[in-house]
Protein backbone atom coordinates (compact mmCIF):
# COMPACT_ATOMS: atom_id res chain seq x y z
CA UNK A 1 0.00 0.00 0.00
CA UNK A 2 1.42 3.45 -1.08
CA UNK A 3 0.81 6.60 1.02
CA UNK A 4 0.45 10.16 -1.05
CA UNK A 5 3.09 12.80 0.34
CA UNK A 6 1.53 15.83 -0.28
CA UNK A 7 3.75 18.58 -1.19
CA UNK A 8 1.42 21.54 -2.87
CA UNK A 9 -2.44 22.41 -2.76
CA UNK A 10 -3.85 23.96 -6.02
CA UNK A 11 -7.24 25.13 -6.66
CA UNK A 12 -8.96 27.81 -8.80
CA UNK A 13 -10.86 30.62 -6.63
CA UNK A 14 -11.10 33.15 -9.65
CA UNK A 15 -9.63 36.89 -10.39
CA UNK A 16 -11.49 37.98 -6.85
CA UNK A 17 -12.11 34.67 -4.58
CA UNK A 18 -11.10 34.29 -1.12
CA UNK A 19 -8.76 32.24 0.22
CA UNK A 20 -8.17 31.32 3.92
CA UNK A 21 -4.83 30.44 5.78
CA UNK A 22 -5.15 29.67 9.54
CA UNK A 23 -1.57 28.15 10.59
CA UNK A 24 -0.59 26.64 14.06
CA UNK A 25 3.31 27.59 13.14
CA UNK A 26 5.67 28.27 10.42
CA UNK A 27 6.31 31.22 8.15
CA UNK A 28 3.67 32.14 5.58
CA UNK A 29 4.70 33.99 2.59
CA UNK A 30 2.28 35.11 -0.29
CA UNK A 31 3.01 36.67 -3.26
CA UNK A 32 -0.30 38.42 -5.98
CA UNK A 33 0.49 36.88 -9.06
CA UNK A 34 -1.74 37.27 -12.29
CA UNK A 35 -4.43 34.35 -12.99
CA UNK A 36 -7.21 32.87 -11.00
CA UNK A 37 -5.74 30.20 -9.20
CA UNK A 38 -4.03 29.37 -5.41
CA UNK A 39 -1.22 27.56 -5.32
CA UNK A 40 0.04 26.55 -1.76
CA UNK A 41 3.55 25.15 -1.56
CA UNK A 42 5.61 23.87 1.55
CA UNK A 43 8.81 25.49 1.92
CA UNK A 44 12.06 23.65 2.08
CA UNK A 45 11.15 19.96 1.12
CA UNK A 46 8.54 19.72 3.92
CA UNK A 47 4.98 18.02 3.68
CA UNK A 48 1.13 19.59 3.91
CA UNK A 49 0.07 16.53 6.09
CA UNK A 50 -2.19 17.40 8.63
CA UNK A 51 -3.52 20.64 7.12
CA UNK A 52 -7.17 20.52 6.46
CA UNK A 53 -7.74 21.62 2.90
CA UNK A 54 -11.96 22.75 2.10
CA UNK A 55 -12.70 23.67 -1.98
CA UNK A 56 -15.44 25.71 -2.73
CA UNK A 57 -16.40 27.77 -5.54
CA UNK A 58 -14.36 30.68 -5.50
CA UNK A 59 -12.81 29.81 -2.30
CA UNK A 60 -9.77 27.65 -0.75
CA UNK A 61 -9.64 27.64 2.57
CA UNK A 62 -6.18 25.46 4.36
CA UNK A 63 -5.96 25.03 8.24
CA UNK A 64 -3.23 23.53 10.26
CA UNK A 65 -4.19 21.05 12.83
CA UNK A 66 -0.70 19.93 14.29
CA UNK A 67 -2.01 17.93 17.27
CA UNK A 68 -4.33 15.44 15.01
CA UNK A 69 -3.15 12.39 15.48
CA UNK A 70 -1.09 10.92 12.37
CA UNK A 71 0.05 14.31 12.00
CA UNK A 72 4.38 14.88 11.28
CA UNK A 73 4.37 18.16 12.91
CA UNK A 74 2.90 16.82 16.51
CA UNK A 75 5.45 18.38 18.89
CA UNK A 76 7.39 20.02 16.46
CA UNK A 77 5.20 23.13 15.03
CA UNK A 78 4.41 22.96 11.17
CA UNK A 79 5.94 24.47 7.73
CA UNK A 80 6.84 27.31 6.23
CA UNK A 81 3.99 27.89 3.62
CA UNK A 82 4.77 29.66 -0.04
CA UNK A 83 1.66 31.16 -1.52
CA UNK A 84 0.81 32.17 -5.06
CA UNK A 85 -2.61 33.64 -5.14
CA UNK A 86 -4.53 36.19 -7.38
CA UNK A 87 -4.02 40.13 -6.67
CA UNK A 88 -7.67 40.72 -6.01
CA UNK A 89 -8.06 38.02 -4.08
CA UNK A 90 -9.83 38.40 -0.54
CA UNK A 91 -6.95 37.44 2.08
CA UNK A 92 -7.28 35.77 5.80
CA UNK A 93 -4.56 34.78 7.54
CA UNK A 94 -3.81 33.81 10.74
CA UNK A 95 -0.87 32.48 11.92
CA UNK A 96 -0.69 31.46 15.90
CA UNK A 97 3.47 31.44 16.27
CA UNK A 98 4.88 33.09 13.01
CA UNK A 99 5.69 35.79 10.66
CA UNK A 100 4.00 36.66 8.06
CA UNK A 101 5.16 38.45 4.62
CA UNK A 102 2.74 39.51 1.77
CA UNK A 103 3.67 41.41 -1.25
CA UNK A 104 1.64 42.61 -4.73
CA UNK A 105 -2.27 42.06 -3.37
CA UNK A 106 -4.95 44.76 -4.12
CA UNK A 107 -8.13 43.21 -2.40
CA UNK A 108 -9.51 42.91 1.06
CA UNK A 109 -6.92 41.70 3.23
CA UNK A 110 -6.98 40.44 7.01
CA UNK A 111 -3.90 39.28 8.65
CA UNK A 112 -3.53 38.42 12.20
CA UNK A 113 -0.17 37.08 13.88
CA UNK A 114 1.49 36.28 17.45
CA UNK A 115 4.84 36.13 18.06
CA UNK A 116 6.24 36.96 14.60
CA UNK A 117 6.27 40.30 12.16
CA UNK A 118 4.18 40.87 9.64
CA UNK A 119 5.51 42.72 6.35
CA UNK A 120 2.98 44.31 3.37
CA UNK A 121 5.07 45.38 0.39
CA UNK A 122 3.39 46.95 -2.55
CA UNK A 123 -0.45 46.18 -1.33
CA UNK A 124 -3.65 48.78 -1.31
CA UNK A 125 -7.33 47.98 -0.82
CA UNK A 126 -8.73 47.70 2.83
CA UNK A 127 -6.16 46.25 5.00
CA UNK A 128 -6.65 44.88 8.66
CA UNK A 129 -3.74 43.84 10.88
CA UNK A 130 -4.17 42.33 14.16
CA UNK A 131 -0.21 41.59 15.97
CA UNK A 132 0.55 40.42 19.07
CA UNK A 133 4.45 40.65 19.94
CA UNK A 134 5.46 41.53 16.48
CA UNK A 135 6.36 44.61 14.19
CA UNK A 136 4.00 45.73 11.70
CA UNK A 137 5.59 46.81 8.34
CA UNK A 138 3.84 48.09 5.33
CA UNK A 139 4.18 50.10 1.96
CA UNK A 140 1.07 51.10 0.26
CA UNK A 141 0.99 52.58 -3.22
CA UNK A 142 -2.40 53.47 -5.02
CA UNK A 143 -4.48 54.08 -2.11
CA UNK A 144 -5.96 51.80 0.69
CA UNK A 145 -7.89 51.98 4.33
CA UNK A 146 -5.73 50.77 7.04
CA UNK A 147 -7.09 49.29 10.08
CA UNK A 148 -4.02 48.23 12.89
CA UNK A 149 -3.64 47.02 16.41
CA UNK A 150 -0.58 45.97 18.00
CA UNK A 151 0.16 44.68 21.47
CA UNK A 152 3.88 44.89 21.95
CA UNK A 153 5.30 45.73 18.59
CA UNK A 154 5.85 48.98 16.22
CA UNK A 155 3.91 50.06 13.44
CA UNK A 156 5.40 51.45 10.55
CA UNK A 157 3.31 52.40 7.28
CA UNK A 158 4.72 54.22 3.82
CA UNK A 159 1.95 55.27 1.64
CA UNK A 160 0.73 57.07 -1.40
CA UNK A 161 -3.06 57.48 -0.08
CA UNK A 162 -4.46 56.77 3.09
CA UNK A 163 -8.57 57.00 2.79
CA UNK A 164 -9.07 55.82 6.46
CA UNK A 165 -6.70 55.22 9.21
CA UNK A 166 -7.16 53.36 12.62
CA UNK A 167 -4.31 52.21 14.51
CA UNK A 168 -3.99 51.32 18.30
CA UNK A 169 -0.75 50.41 19.76
CA UNK A 170 0.05 49.46 23.85
CA UNK A 171 3.70 50.15 23.93
CA UNK A 172 4.57 50.18 20.07
CA UNK A 173 5.64 53.13 18.46
CA UNK A 174 4.07 54.32 14.90
CA UNK A 175 5.95 55.66 12.02
CA UNK A 176 3.37 56.97 9.76
CA UNK A 177 4.09 58.48 5.88
CA UNK A 178 1.75 59.25 3.47
CA UNK A 179 -0.90 61.78 2.30
CA UNK A 180 -4.31 61.41 4.52
CA UNK A 181 -7.21 61.93 1.50
CA UNK A 182 -10.77 60.26 2.07
CA UNK A 183 -13.80 60.25 3.65
CA UNK A 184 -11.54 59.03 7.06
CA UNK A 185 -12.00 58.85 9.88
CA UNK A 186 -8.36 59.05 10.78
CA UNK A 187 -6.86 58.05 14.57
CA UNK A 188 -4.32 56.94 16.58
CA UNK A 189 -4.18 55.31 20.02
CA UNK A 190 -1.85 54.61 22.46
CA UNK A 191 -1.00 53.65 25.72
CA UNK A 192 3.06 54.82 25.73
CA UNK A 193 4.17 54.83 22.25
CA UNK A 194 5.43 57.72 20.46
CA UNK A 195 4.43 58.42 16.74
CA UNK A 196 6.66 59.70 14.08
CA UNK A 197 4.59 61.36 10.94
CA UNK A 198 5.81 62.62 7.63
CA UNK A 199 2.18 63.43 6.21
CA UNK A 200 1.95 65.09 3.05
CA UNK A 201 -0.83 68.07 2.51
CA UNK A 202 -2.84 69.89 4.36
CA UNK A 203 -4.33 68.57 7.68
CA UNK A 204 -4.66 69.12 11.45
CA UNK A 205 -3.10 66.90 14.06
CA UNK A 206 -5.39 66.64 17.66
CA UNK A 207 -3.38 64.99 20.36
CA UNK A 208 -5.16 64.42 23.88
CA UNK A 209 -2.79 63.43 26.61
CA UNK A 210 -2.01 63.19 29.70
CA UNK A 211 2.25 63.27 29.37
CA UNK A 212 2.36 63.53 25.85
CA UNK A 213 4.07 66.42 23.62
CA UNK A 214 3.48 67.03 20.14
CA UNK A 215 6.56 68.91 18.10
CA UNK A 216 6.18 69.83 15.14
CA UNK A 217 9.54 70.40 12.01
CA UNK A 218 5.99 72.05 9.92
CA UNK A 219 5.32 75.87 10.35
CA UNK A 220 1.66 75.71 11.13
CA UNK A 221 -1.39 77.41 13.22
CA UNK A 222 -0.81 75.20 17.50
CA UNK A 223 -3.06 75.45 20.24
CA UNK A 224 -2.71 74.13 23.49
CA UNK A 225 -5.16 73.43 25.82
CA UNK A 226 -5.30 71.05 29.32
CA UNK A 227 -5.08 67.52 28.02
CA UNK A 228 -4.08 68.36 24.62
CA UNK A 229 -2.72 70.25 22.17
CA UNK A 230 -3.23 70.63 18.36
CA UNK A 231 -1.64 71.93 14.69
CA UNK A 232 -2.80 73.08 11.57
CA UNK A 233 -0.87 72.74 8.35
CA UNK A 234 -2.27 74.32 5.54
CA UNK A 235 -5.47 76.17 5.24
CA UNK A 236 -7.61 73.25 5.11
CA UNK A 237 -7.75 69.08 5.59
CA UNK A 238 -8.90 65.98 7.45
CA UNK A 239 -8.10 65.69 11.21
CA UNK A 240 -5.67 63.11 12.53
CA UNK A 241 -6.88 62.32 16.16
CA UNK A 242 -4.77 60.96 18.48
CA UNK A 243 -4.87 59.60 21.87
CA UNK A 244 -2.29 59.06 23.98
CA UNK A 245 -1.12 58.33 27.61
CA UNK A 246 2.38 59.24 27.96
CA UNK A 247 3.41 58.75 23.87
CA UNK A 248 5.09 61.81 22.07
CA UNK A 249 4.31 63.20 18.66
CA UNK A 250 6.42 64.90 16.27
CA UNK A 251 5.87 66.43 12.53
CA UNK A 252 8.76 65.68 10.27
CA UNK A 253 9.15 66.74 6.69
CA UNK A 254 7.95 63.90 4.09
CA UNK A 255 10.60 63.05 1.49
CA UNK A 256 8.81 61.34 -1.64
CA UNK A 257 10.01 58.22 -3.03
CA UNK A 258 9.63 57.20 -7.08
CA UNK A 259 9.03 54.13 -7.38
CA UNK A 260 7.59 51.93 -9.79
CA UNK A 261 4.06 51.73 -8.78
CA UNK A 262 1.43 53.47 -9.36
CA UNK A 263 1.33 56.37 -7.43
CA UNK A 264 4.62 57.65 -5.55
CA UNK A 265 5.04 56.22 -2.02
CA UNK A 266 6.41 58.60 0.52
CA UNK A 267 8.68 57.71 3.44
CA UNK A 268 9.32 58.88 6.83
CA UNK A 269 12.67 59.20 8.64
CA UNK A 270 13.96 57.07 11.05
CA UNK A 271 12.17 57.89 14.85
CA UNK A 272 15.55 57.30 16.66
CA UNK A 273 17.70 59.84 17.37
CA UNK A 274 16.99 63.42 18.77
CA UNK A 275 14.35 65.60 17.96
CA UNK A 276 14.03 67.63 14.77
CA UNK A 277 14.81 70.85 15.01
CA UNK A 278 11.51 73.44 14.22
CA UNK A 279 8.51 75.02 15.86
CA UNK A 280 6.64 72.88 18.68
CA UNK A 281 2.86 72.92 19.11
CA UNK A 282 3.00 75.80 21.17
CA UNK A 283 2.93 78.68 18.35
CA UNK A 284 1.06 81.59 18.22
CA UNK A 285 -2.62 81.83 20.48
CA UNK A 286 -0.99 78.77 22.90
CA UNK A 287 0.49 79.46 27.00
CA UNK A 288 3.83 80.55 26.93
CA UNK A 289 6.84 78.21 28.73
CA UNK A 290 5.25 80.02 32.40
CA UNK A 291 1.72 79.71 31.20
CA UNK A 292 -0.89 77.42 33.07
CA UNK A 293 -1.03 74.93 30.41
CA UNK A 294 2.54 73.96 31.15
CA UNK A 295 3.08 71.60 33.00
CA UNK A 296 6.10 72.34 35.84
CA UNK A 297 9.32 70.54 35.64
CA UNK A 298 8.06 67.22 38.62
CA UNK A 299 12.33 66.16 38.99
CA UNK A 300 13.07 62.85 38.82
CA UNK A 301 10.83 61.35 41.47
CA UNK A 302 8.23 62.05 39.58
CA UNK A 303 9.31 61.43 35.77
CA UNK A 304 9.45 57.21 38.20
CA UNK A 305 6.28 57.33 39.59
CA UNK A 306 4.52 57.91 36.74
CA UNK A 307 6.41 55.49 34.21
CA UNK A 308 5.95 53.18 37.18
CA UNK A 309 2.15 54.00 36.78
CA UNK A 310 2.72 53.21 32.80
CA UNK A 311 4.48 50.28 33.10
CA UNK A 312 1.52 48.87 35.94
CA UNK A 313 -1.07 49.52 32.83
CA UNK A 314 0.95 47.79 30.39
CA UNK A 315 1.20 44.93 32.61
CA UNK A 316 -2.28 44.64 32.71
CA UNK A 317 -2.10 45.28 37.00
CA UNK A 318 -4.37 48.71 36.33
CA UNK A 319 -7.00 49.62 33.62
CA UNK A 320 -7.02 53.10 31.62
CA UNK A 321 -9.31 54.55 33.89
CA UNK A 322 -7.09 53.73 37.32
CA UNK A 323 -4.01 54.85 35.47
CA UNK A 324 -5.67 57.66 34.34
CA UNK A 325 -6.72 58.89 37.91
CA UNK A 326 -3.29 57.71 39.35
CA UNK A 327 -1.57 60.01 36.76
CA UNK A 328 -3.91 63.23 37.05
CA UNK A 329 -3.60 62.73 41.11
CA UNK A 330 0.41 62.99 40.26
CA UNK A 331 0.16 66.14 38.03
CA UNK A 332 -2.28 67.62 41.01
CA UNK A 333 0.27 67.10 43.96
CA UNK A 334 3.52 67.42 42.01
CA UNK A 335 2.31 70.66 40.60
CA UNK A 336 0.90 72.23 43.87
CA UNK A 337 4.04 71.41 45.20
CA UNK A 338 6.02 73.13 42.26
CA UNK A 339 4.15 76.43 43.32
CA UNK A 340 4.40 76.20 47.10
CA UNK A 341 8.24 75.46 46.25
Known sequence: MSTTIIHTIEHEIGLDGVLEIRVGSGDVRLTGVDGTAVRVRAAHGDTLEGFVVDRGTGSLSIRSEPDHVGSPWIGRGGPDLAVEAPRNATLLVDSSSGGITADGFAGEQRYRSTSGDLRLRDVSGRLAVEEVSGDVDATVIGS??????????????????????????????????GELDGPGPFHIESVSGDAVLALAGDLRVDLRTVAGDLRSEIEGRAESRPGGRSISIGRAGPTLSIRTMSGDVRLVRPTPVVRDAPQTVVIVPDAEGPDAEGPDAEGPG???????????????????????????????????????RRLEALDVTDTKEATDA
Open 144 to 177: ASLAARTVSGDVAVRAATIRDLGVTTTSGDVRLA
Open 286 to 324: AEGPDGPDRTPDLGEAAEVARLEILRALERGELDVAEAT
